[in-house]
């Protein structure tokens, strides 16, 4: 699971949950300064976890209308005076407006719930520009990323962690009293310099998806380009057969299943060279090179990536007879039949390998589904860590081997059917074998007992050079220990 994943806590980072310095805090008046959408469903949030609201407006006749009705909507200095925390809900070119109220928010608790437009955009961070323009006030930076939907609907809705960075401790359990009131989980994430990085949080677009992604397009084009020169461009010089109406589906479709089942694979190829390695090296405490530690922390993506591929390849296949062009190609059929007066074209083997084909293939896809609903935040935290393994893992794997079978029995005997090699190229199916077919073969070397009973010592501990000691069950099922230099 991505460590970046906002549905979970924060590696590295405390949550403030359950902290015994907070108390229950309903029924204390917050200040709101501004009245744009964030500030409005900020107060409305409020409101309804029973605190007592007061909005700081220019022009609070003109916005009353827009907060509720049991949120008190007044001058921004007469609403800084009635309260010891304010949300600063106010864009960072506009915190110079502020300044004429200085004095009274002098001792105040600020708490920035502003974000930039680009990451990194200025040298400081807004919280901390807050904070030099107000040095008497506590500046809290907290609440950027939660959404205006999420304040609206409640946490259940979106994401409920509130991550929270101060200087000040006191104020940094004030405002986590607040959050929790409201639904939330504060995660105190510690002093003002992670600002910034908290800032950076909503601007960040699919951090973890990124080379996944590029990944998934990489194996498209290459793919689609080879299906396009065997399918489309070898019979167009061969033959002089125009078959370009193939490039919207036919292609497309042969192409889907190919990144699928090469993305499957290569969520269990990282775990088999992390085992090559802790085998090579005979410790399971030497660090993987930075691109194996990156693969390892995609997997999710990589297997979530695969799964929709295979599913556009299933909807795919489900339209093909619906097209003008395969219409087409059975009346064309039948008239040769007719014409050469054949009565029967039933073909034993063809059949069978069509129903095998198929059948695999909806299981292969049913699987599937599994790994990808489990791989969801809701559906995990519901798992123990043995549950979880036991479907990523084992059944993931059966999954490959069954994805397989699948390409196997298309393939079927075609592979030694020299007509199937257009321009000499193999077909498309025997290059996706390659990988998989080399993840199974290791899984299997790797369940041999005596390289899993190794695997097994070194991810228990066991160093090679060392001398360790070490306990394993005799044959009467008791367990013995001894000692034994770890070169043996």
């Not at 990323?145 to 359990?173: F, H, M, P, Y």
Request: aromatic content about 10%.
């Amino acid at each position: 699971m991505s460590g970046g994943d906002m549905a979970k806590p924060l590696l590295g980072h405390r949550s403030m949950e359950g902290d015994p310095h907070i108390t229950p805090a309903s029924g204390r008046t917050i200040g709101v300064l501004g009245s744009g959408d964030f500030a409005r469903s900020l107060a409305v949030r409020l409101v309804c976890s029973g605190f007592k609201v007061v909005v700081g407006s220019r022009n609070p006749k003109r916005k009353a209308g827009l907060f509720p009705s049991a949120a008190e909507v007044t001058f921004q200095a007469d609403a800084v005076k009635k309260t010891d925390v304010v949300f600063v809900a106010v864009f960072r070119e506009h915190y110079s407006t502020l300044c004429d109220l200085a004095d009274v928010l002098a001792g105040k608790i600020l708490v920035d719930v502003s974000n930039n437009t680009e990451i990194n955009h200025h040298k400081e961070s807004n919280a901390e520009y807050l904070a030099s323009l107000f040095p008497a006030s506590t500046v809290v930076k907290g609440f950027n990323v939660v959404s205006a939907w999420t304040l609206q609907s409640g946490a259940r809705d979106g994401n409920k962690q509130v991550l929270i960075c101060s200087n000040n401790q006191e104020a940094k359990r004030t405002v986590a009293e607040i959050a929790q009131v409201m639904g939330f989980t504060p995660v105190d994430m510690g002093c003002m310099l992670s600002a910034r990085e908290i800032e950076n949080i909503p601007l960040r677009l699919l951090p973890a998806w990124k080379i996944p992604i590029f990944l998934a397009l990489g194996l498209f084009l290459c793919f689609f380009t080879y299906n396009l020169v065997r399918q489309v461009i070898h019979p167009y010089i061969r033959e002089q057969k125009n078959k370009f109406y193939k490039i919207p589906i036919e292609v497309v479709n042969t192409t889907l299943p190919c990144v699928a089942y090469v993305m499957l694979s290569l969520v269990y190829l990282p775990g088999v060279l992390a085992s090559c390695s802790q085998l090579y090296y005979g410790t399971k405490y030497r660090r993987f090179p930075d691109w194996l530690d990156q693969w390892l922390q995609h997997r999710k993506q990589i297997g979530l990536l695969s799964f929709f591929c295979a599913a556009l390849h299933a909807v795919y296949s489900f339209c093909l007879p619906m097209r003008r062009s395969h219409r087409y190609q059975l009346i064309e059929t039948a008239v040769k039949q007719a014409v050469e007066k054949k009565m029967n074209i039933w073909v034993e083997e063809e059949v069978w390998r069509m129903e095998i084909y198929i059948s695999v293939g909806i299981i292969a896809l049913g699987l599937l589904s599994l790994l990808a609903i489990t791989s969801l935040p809701s559906i995990a935290n519901s798992l123990n860590w043995r549950e979880f393994s036991f479907i990523q893992s084992s059944i993931g794997f059966v999954a490959l081997v069954i994805s397989t079978l699948h390409t196997l029995t298309y393939g079927w005997s075609r592979a030694f059917d020299e007509n199937q090699y257009k321009f000499y190229l193999p077909p498309t199916y025997t290059l996706t074998l390659l990988v998989p077919c080399t993840v199974i073969l290791a899984k299997v070397v790797f369940n041999l007992p005596c390289i899993q009973q190794r695997l097994l010592r070194i991810r228990r501990g066991w160093e090679k050079g060392r001398y360790v000691k070490f306990v394993l069950p005799s044959a009467t099922g008791e367990y013995s220990s001894g000692e034994t230099s770890s070169n043996v």
